[in-house]
């Protein structure tokens, strides 16, 4: 195993440095770096790949000119709620990575769960980090819809444990709830983090893309509303969705 190293990143915007620093220079926040242990990056194997190919990886992309690339149209697929479809532009689009923000008790886990138990036609993964199989159980009796669906279950926060069970269940939908708890072996530092959150990120990023099977990621936010985590995150999927209650 390599050996690790320290680095220091903004907890507001993921800037990386070498060493502490009072100031941010990428988005001017004071006091906002940390300390977190990583690894080096060469010795780095994304963990989707390697709990499903024993690391292999993939040949190398060749560059082609445009007016000779052949695509098929793909189908996207629907669910039962209309303005779900609406928002997400027609449907879910298959390799699509969609990032859900909200508040505390907003429904953003409420509203995720009853997305995997309304689409009976394929196999969604339900994936928590936060409830036991027995609460999930519970909300989805309260919904009334847990006995035609083909939805699984599972609660884990490793992603080299949660990537094995993707490759068990081979499901068409994966619902994570949520990034914050999500931990990379890859990364040694703790769940939550600046580095852990980009890491598992990118590595939900790379399956969905190469395997066009998509994931919807549920976020926390901050008190000042926006969505925890390194800003990067929202650069990084194709789409996001934030709920806001009312103010008053």
């Not at 995997?116 to 036991?132: C, D, F, N, R, W």
């Not at 081979?170 to 959150?197: R, Y």
Request: some cysteine; charged content about 20%; overall charge neutral.
């Amino acid at each position: 195993m390599a050996k690790s190293k320290s680095a220091y990143f903004c907890q507001n915007c993921g800037y990386e440095s070498p060493k502490w620093m009072g100031q941010c220079p990428s988005c001017k926040q004071w006091n906002s770096f940390v300390e977190e242990v990583v690894e080096k990056a060469s010795s780095k194997v994304p963990e989707w790949r390697s709990s499903t190919t024993g690391g292999s990886t993939k040949r190398a992309n060749k560059a082609a000119i445009i007016h000779e690339i052949v695509y098929q149209d793909e189908l996207r697929i629907l669910t039962p709620d209309q303005e779900f479809n609406r928002v997400l532009g027609g449907g879910i689009v298959p390799g699509s990575l969609v990032l859900i923000g909200g508040e505390p008790g907003i429904g953003k886990s409420t509203l995720m769960l009853q997305l995997a138990l309304s689409i009976p036609q394929v196999k969604t993964l339900y994936i928590s980090g936060e409830e036991s199989e027995q609460q999930i159980k519970m909300r989805a009796e309260r919904l009334s819809q847990s006995s035609k669906a083909n939805c699984y279950i599972l609660t884990e926060t490793s992603t080299q444990n949660i990537f094995k069970q993707i490759e068990t269940v081979q499901p068409n939908v994966i619902v994570i709830d949520s990034n914050q708890t999500l931990h990379s072996s890859q990364i040694e530092s703790a769940p939550g983090s600046v580095s852990q959150v980009r890491e598992c990120t990118a590595e939900l990023l790379r399956f969905a893309k190469e395997t066009s099977t998509p994931v919807f990621i549920v976020g926390h936010i901050t008190k000042d509303g926006s969505i925890a985590g390194p800003k990067v995150l929202e650069h990084m999927v194709d789409t996001v969705l934030q709920f806001e209650g009312d103010r008053h």
